[in-house]
């Protein structure tokens, strides 16, 4: 389903500052997360991880309209680009509400497709830098001949493989998310606090008055 911009995450979006790529892998930081991406078969076939041209803005301003239903756009120009194969990333810790924001899946005429290991929502999709083509989806897989957007997968999410098939040189992509999933001594003291403040209320209420 596709979701208009007022029905967008709400939350500001974490994005990935991408710093290393090679055909073989790609590293970055999603805030505190560490991103990994291996390549289990072929390989990155392109990447930016530093300056260049703004892809996700029209004139380095406005969002192209594949991406206006988005809270904020990166804070960068980075994006990573798969070719045909198979992938796995992986995240240091699970992430809440992963958003994967799609330049030009395809190209005219090249069919490209990506199927995923779990679900996703279509968030947006329409015009981007490189054109206007329509995602199809059918279960996990998302495809198109030119496709620009935004597709998220509600999680938590720890690892995610990505199986791409006729791919071409300029299906990029970058990941964001809402949160991370706290770790257990987290939880285990936001509990703890929980039941302080119960019995500091407990404490204040005052006798009941007898007739």
Same mark, same amino acid.
């Given at each position: 389903m596709l979701l208009g911009a007022g029905a967008a995450q709400a939350a500001a979006i974490t994005w990935t500052d991408w710093t290393s790529a090679s055909a073989a892998g790609v590293a970055g930081t999603m805030g505190t997360v560490a991103v990994t991406g291996t390549t289990n078969t072929g390989g990155f076939h392109?990447?930016?991880i530093s300056g260049g041209?703004?892809?996700?803005?029209?004139? $380095? !301003?406005? +969002?192209?309209?594949?991406?206006?239903?988005?809270?904020?756009?990166?804070?960068?120009?980075?994006?990573?680009? +798969?070719?045909?194969? $198979?992938? /796995?990333?992986?995240? $240091?810790?699970?992430?809440? @509400?992963?958003?994967?924001?799609?330049? /030009?899946?395809g190209q005219t005429n090249v069919q490209t497709e990506w199927t995923f290991d779990q679900p996703f929502t279509l968030v947006d999709q329409g015009?981007?830098?490189?054109?206007?083509?329509?995602?199809?989806?059918?279960?996990?897989?998302? @495809?198109?001949?030119?496709?620009? @957007? !935004?597709?998220?997968?509600? @999680?938590?999410? /720890? /690892?995610?493989?990505?199986?791409?098939?006729n791919g071409e040189f300029w299906s990029g992509f970058t990941f964001?998310?809402? $949160?991370?999933? +706290?770790? +257990?001594?987290?939880?285990?003291?936001?509990?703890a606090g929980f039941g302080l403040v119960g019995a500091a209320a407990r404490r204040r209420r005052p006798a009941g008055v007898s007739a």
């Open positions: 392109n990447w930016q041209t703004d892809y996700w803005r029209q004139g $380095s !301003v406005n +969002p192209w309209p594949a991406y206006d239903a988005l809270p904020n756009l990166p804070a960068n120009t980075d994006f990573v680009a +798969p070719n045909t194969g $198979s992938y /796995s990333f992986t995240f $240091s810790t699970p992430v809440v @509400g992963l958003t994967m924001a799609i330049i /030009s899946l015009q981007g830098f490189w054109g206007n083509g329509a995602f199809t989806i059918a279960g996990n897989t998302i @495809g198109s001949g030119e496709g620009h @957007g !935004v597709i998220r997968f509600d @999680g938590p999410v /720890s /690892s995610l493989t990505l199986r791409s098939v964001g998310h809402d $949160s991370v999933v +706290p770790e +257990p001594a987290t939880w285990a003291l936001l509990i």
